[in-house]
């Protein structure tokens, strides 16, 4: 996909599944199942998808997935995908861990960061070692020090490495990175989640990241279990959904595993998704 000076595309990490239940929150089996069904241990199919953009000189990668620093245990609990891994989809696309020069962490929740880093000789490195991280320094602070609600969605070895090796820079609120690539801060699943803006040659892209993680959460009350501030997010998914139909901008979906991207057609409070094709 073309966005002015940009190149945007989609590199999966895979496919894995967490719990229906907690991914539909106060909404009940019956309605979500249609949706999503789940596996025989309740579990939904859903993507890890990253973006990879590039222009004005720079080669980004937007969120790292879950990455391989998994035991046997833990990738049968999640059910991860063994084949299409990020670094491979990279690679297809011609980058090489060495090339990228910013990686963008929507929030340090394992599955979104989880290529930061790679074990080389029994330890955990950065795997992007010429990129500066780029994450809100309140996430990055939580991450450090989560409390017993979350603890179990921030693992150390993806972030801790970024911190020994010098290589995080930290933004405090909405910010621009280069012209044309935005952050802006979208508390509700985390306190110091953000989202990312693409805008180019007049069309604007949207990483809804943790906001809106599938088609399926598009509907204002259906909001993740995991979520610290679900008012928080209801009320950021009634302020932003309606512009992003109204002004036409390309959603793009962190979870979906069928429509990465789409633009949405708002029919009173209801929200659809159109897919976009990527090429």
Known sequence: MKLGDWTLDLVTDGLFGLDGGAMYGVVPRPLWEKKTPPDSRNRIRMAM??????????TVLVETGAGEKWDAKHAEIY????????LGN????????EDVSLVVNTHL???????NTRVEEGRAVPTFPNARYVVQRGELDHARGPNERDRASYLPDNFAPVDQAGLWRTVEGDASLVPGLDLVVMPGHTSDMQCVKI???????FLLADLVPTRAH???PW????DLYPMTTLDNKKKWLPRIAREGWICLFGHDPDVPAARLIQRDDKFEAE?????
């Open 199 to 205: 805008t180019g040659d007049g069309r604007t892209a």
């Open 109 to 115: 929740h394992f599955d979104h960061c989880g290529w």
């Open 90 to 97: 990279l690679q297809a696309r011609g980058v090489r861990p």
């Open 223 to 226: 909001i993740m279990s995991y």
């Open 79 to 86: 059910n991860f995908e063994r084949e299409n891994r990020l």
């Open 49 to 58: 998808n990253c973006w990879l953009l590039r222009g004005r000189g720079e």
């Open 218 to 220: 598009l509907a204002y």
């Open 275 to 279: 897919a976009v094709p990527l090429d």
